[in-house]
């Protein structure tokens, strides 16, 4: 392990950069076990993804946490019927897309439909002002998204055309995870493409048949993933994630739910260029990804706010890892579990060594899927969070998905579609403009403004990490400029003009005429207001100046935290006396000193303190 990592390490950054393609999305097949057509092309074994979706869908039924937009922006002079053609034909094509899930004797099954003819409704919303065609088109696509499937009856594809202009159509595709993944999305947008310019023109086809469907990798994947080979595979995930796994209790603005919740919004971060490229000159020159990197980062930051030094966050790769399921549409996605202990004396460097050397195995052992992983570790239970982790990480290097036929653009449409399935998501992709990060978070559970500030202290964090990496982590900055600002200077701006000849119990008087109900202490369950704490005081000061106190002496008062303390200390000021403080907390023969050598006439103390004294 040692002479590869040392090999990786000194490989130039291009090669570094291919290398983490293979190893996250690629893998070479093995020609001795090639894929092939099943048998039963009627019915087939879900996938261990497929299996993990139809479960959620059994403890919760229609959750939309689990649909896939995807959403297309269609500039140009469009052919609706050549368009409804070519998803028939992507539909045709793509037996996955055909697909419910019935359960048969207690077990899912895939049933494949021989046809499927999808309708291309138009929502015409073109005669709308600017400002209203926006908030109306995001409803919309929001609705769509929003909108349960039944996984055992009907389609679980549906498409709808928004018309936004003459030359502007916006094309809301909404798909269920259980058929859908990130990859498929530039599969379909490829296909789509293709097939709109060839049917366009009125020629055939050019996208080339399907070697095998989903459902065959789905069988292939049941027989296969068994025995040694899923053995070898879950002996290095028992070692890596056994014991007790810790849930990462981020401090949130809501208490959590006994049920998780899916309701969620994004906030957005883009980072400058020079931050960027500093981060991929310190990767180049460490000899790790960018992935890694941030990840590192990323962990520090969790580290930091929650205390926790044992940090387990998931981490997708497209899991397409052989060529036969490369150009096919469907769930192949994968979830590595990253654990990192984070000690806060440990340099970045340090700890960027031990994010490299886990991300590396965590890719040598992919091949045994996250639901399997689920299944064999059986972690405990619990409804209100996700198991394993409750954290995802990303980073995605996406490429052009803007393609143009026949004079007509297709380009990636994006928006909130206000469903999240983790407490906290960071979604970062490399763009020609900087890092671009994006933060999905359960809303139940955090408020706009703390995302807000999670998303600044990460930057701030990171130019903290490329200024110095040799800085234990534990130090590293994370408060803004602004919350420098407001915390060292607003906040510190306490000066005031104070008569100096007002003392605190007389400017504590003046206070109870102006507000003699409003509370003025708390203590636990009990609570005094102005009027009430100044009359309890005067009490005490008269029956102390009948004891005999006078001004400027001393009267001891030694007493627990409690509404009496603050009753003794300004009872003891409006006597016109200073008071010694007495900790009960202290040994006795601190407490007789004190008395002694103070030599104080009268001590206010409870009963129960009694014996110290």
């Known amino acids: ?172 595709l909404t798909l269920h995870h259980i058929i859908f993944d990130g990859w498929s999305v530039g599969v379909l947008l490829k296909e789509l493409a293709l097939l709109y310019e060839a049917f366009g023109a009125g020629k055939p086809s050019t996208v080339s048949e399907l070697p095998i469907q989903y459902a065959d990798f789905a069988y292939w994947q049941q027989q296969h993933l068994q025995g040694e080979v899923l053995e070898s595979q879950l002996a290095y995930w028992r070692g890596q994630l056994g014991g007790d796994l810790p849930v990462l209790e981020l401090p949130t603005d809501r208490a959590r739910s006994p049920v998780q919740t899916f309701r969620g919004a994004k906030q957005s971060l883009l980072l400058p260029k020079s931050l960027t490229q500093s981060l991929k000159l310190l990767s180049q020159r460490e000899g790790v990804t960018l992935f890694m990197t941030l990840l590192a980062a990323f962990k520090i930051l969790l580290h930091r706010y929650t205390g926790q030094e044992d940090i387990v966050v998931g981490a997708p790769i497209a899991g397409r890892d052989r060529i036969e399921t490369e150009t096919l549409i469907g769930i192949f996605i994968n979830t590595l579990v990253l654990r990192t202990y984070v000690d806060s004396k440990l340099t970045f460097l340090q700890l960027l060594a ?27 239970r619990d409804l209100s969070h996700t198991p394993l982790f409750q954290v995802l ?73 490329v200024a110095n990496v040799e800085q234990p982590i534990g130090q590293l900055p994370l408060l803004t400029e602004t919350e420098r600002h407001q915390l060292l200077v607003e906040w510190n701006n306490t000066q005031t003009d104070y008569s100096n000849q007002t003392c605190i119990h007389q400017l504590f008087e003046a206070q109870a005429k102006q507000t003699p109900n409003a509370v003025a202490v708390v203590f636990e369950n009990e609570q005094l207001t102005y009027q009430q704490l100044n009359c309890r005081a005067n009490q005490l000061a008269h029956h102390l100046q009948k004891l005999g106190v006078e001004p400027e002496m001393l009267v001891g008062i030694c007493v627990e935290r409690s509404l009496e303390m603050m009753v003794g200390l300004l009872g003891i000021l409006k006597a016109g006396a200073a008071y010694l403080p007495l900790d009960p907390a202290y040994p006795k023969e601190r407490l007789t ?11 206010l103390t409870q009963q129960r303190q009694v014996e110290k004294l």
């Open 1 to 172: 392990m040692n002479d590869i990592n040392k090999r990786i390490a000194e490989l130039s950054p291009a090669k570094r950069a291919l290398l983490e393609q293979r190893l996250k999305e690629k893998a070479v097949a093995n020609p001795h076990q090639t894929i092939s057509p099943r048998a039963n092309q009627k019915e087939a074994p879900l996938s261990f993804a497929q299996t993990r979706m139809w479960l959620l869908d059994q403890l919760k039924s229609g959750n939309p946490a689990y649909n896939r937009p995807t959403n297309i922006r269609l500039v140009g002079g469009i052919n609706v019927a050549v368009l409804e053609f070519c998803l028939n034909e992507i539909v045709r094509r793509h037996e996955v897309l055909r697909a419910s899930f019935a359960a048969v004797d207690g077990k899912p099954v895939q049933v494949i439909a021989p046809s499927l003819t999808l309708t291309l409704p138009i929502v015409d919303i073109s005669n709308l002002p600017s400002q209203d065609k926006q908030a109306k088109l995001q409803q919309l696509a929001t609705e769509e998204a929003q909108r349960p499937f039944n996984l055992a009856f009907g389609s679980l594809v549906r498409a709808n055309l928004v018309r936004l202009g003459e030359q502007e159509h916006i094309l809301l």
């Open 354 to 380: 031990t994010v490299r050397k886990v991300a590396i195995e965590a890719y040598e052992h992919q091949g045994i899927p996250f639901e399997k992983l689920v299944e064999e570790l059986q972690p405990d």
């Open 393 to 465: 990480f990303q980073l995605r290097n996406v490429p052009n998905e803007t393609v143009e036929v026949q004079g007509l653009r297709f380009d990636d449409f994006q928006f909130d579609r206000g469903i999240t399935a983790f407490d906290l998501t960071l979604d970062i992709v490399d763009t020609p403009e900087g890092l671009s990060c994006r933060f999905e978070y359960n809303t139940d559970l955090f408020y706009a403004a703390t995302i807000v500030r999670m998303a600044g202290h990460f930057q701030t964090l990171l130019e903290g990490i």
């Open 593 to 603: 000193f004190m008395l002694e050598d103070a030599q104080v006439p009268v001590l």
